[in-house]
């Protein structure tokens, strides 16, 4: 498994090339924005229609990062789930599937913008989960160091093609968008001129990971 090594507030981290964090010393794996349940959202409300496959792709991609990983502890950063009922929609196939890859670890739901009540899933559910010298969240505070986040679905463009990136600099860590139907941000967007440091770097996800400075939108 190719990865690129970040450090943040003296922990050496791991971004992997699917959009996961791994945080080999705590035996800790973090995703971010898995956003289960958009498929259905969309077609009940009237949205674009897609294809209804994303949960199953979403979860498989997460299950290989498991196995690859082992690990103790997962933290979900936020936007598990699209919508407030996407919980009681999942098929049972897809309920289970979760329910053995929470089995046995100390997994914590974090409260995002799309999910931000307990989605009686099991594991625990918190605001925001500090350990050791990282901070993890679903939005990224500006006074923050140290700081995990996600929300922003960073994306970044290479050889014309956007790609999902993380986001890091000497202060904190913003993940991709872990789920398979979800947008971005362009990684120099003005956003995230206010949490992100001169020195920022883009690092891409894909077959490998790839990184290149952030770089900043010129004004027009």
């Known amino acids: 498994m190719t990865c690129h090594t970040i450090m943040l507030a003296g922990a050496v981290l791991s971004a992997l090339p699917s959009g996961a964090l791994w945080w080999p010393d705590a035996r800790l794996l973090c995703v971010s924005d898995l956003h289960i349940g958009k498929a259905t959202r969309a077609a009940r409300f009237g949205g674009t229609m897609l294809p209804p496959y994303e949960t ?11 196995d690859a990983t082992r690990p103790a502890r997962v933290i979900c950063l936020g936007d598990s789930f699209d919508h407030g009922d996407a919980a009681e929609d999942l098929a049972e196939a897809h309920r289970l599937r979760l329910a053995e890859m929470m089995a046995g670890r100390d997994w914590t ?72 139907y979800t947008g971005g941000l362009a990684c120099e967007d003005r956003a995230f001129d206010a949490l992100m440091g001169p020195r920022a770097i883009a690092i891409l996800t894909g077959r490998r990971t790839f990184a290149v400075p952030r770089g900043v939108r010129r004004a027009q």
């Not at 199953?56 to 498991?66: F, N, Y």
């Open 56 to 66: 199953e792709d979403t979860l498989a991609r997460l299950g290989a990062d498991l």
């Open 109 to 180: 739901w974090i409260s995002g913008n799309h999910d931000p009540v307990p989605m009686g899933m099991g594991g625990r559910d918190r605001a925001q989960v500090t350990l050791g010298p990282l901070t993890f969240r679903h939005i990224a505070d500006r006074g923050a160091r140290g700081e995990v986040s996600g929300h922003y679905h960073p994306k970044a463009r290479l050889g014309g093609q956007a790609r999902p990136c993380f986001l890091a600099c000497e202060d904190r860590l913003i993940l991709p968008a872990y789920g398979t």
